[in-house]
């Protein structure tokens, strides 16, 4: 599975961005699909994750109400709408894949996921 992840870029507080998150090389409605983001110095940590049929989606408590991932099985596409950015949301963004059961203590751990795109910086000016 290749998966390239977009549309990254410079915004001020308060602005907004919208990820995109491509998919190839395996049946796009079968994969669960996470985003996951890394500021320098610390760990990969999860933003929020939408299981294969869009039906169930999970965030993060810091971007609860201010992110939203969808997805388009028919573009083989996940998307992550980022409103009302943080400096502190400033971090490279990855999109990650995997097909297993979505359980609820598995789904925030990088570990779990298998497949992984290039990162896409992010950065939030004060």
């Known amino acids: 599975v290749q998966l390239q992840a977009s549309g990254g870029g410079l915004v001020q507080t308060g602005g907004s961005l919208r990820l995109s998150c491509a998919t190839s090389g395996r049946t796009f409605s079968d994969l669960h699909m996470g985003w996951f983001r890394q500021a320098p110095g610390k760990e990969r940590g999860f933003v929020g994750v939408?299981?294969?049929?869009?039906?169930?989606?999970d965030y993060v408590d810091s971007v609860k109400g201010r992110f939203t991932i969808s997805r388009d099985n028919a573009k083989n596409t996940v998307y992550l709408q980022m409103n009302s950015l943080k400096p502190e949301d400033t971090a490279v963004y990855y999109c990650a894949a995997y097909n297993g059961p979505i359980i609820a203590t598995l789904i925030r751990r990088p570990g779990t996921y298998g497949y992984w795109g290039r990162g896409t910086q992010v950065t939030v000016s004060s």
């Open positions: 939408i299981s294969r049929d869009g039906g169930i989606t």
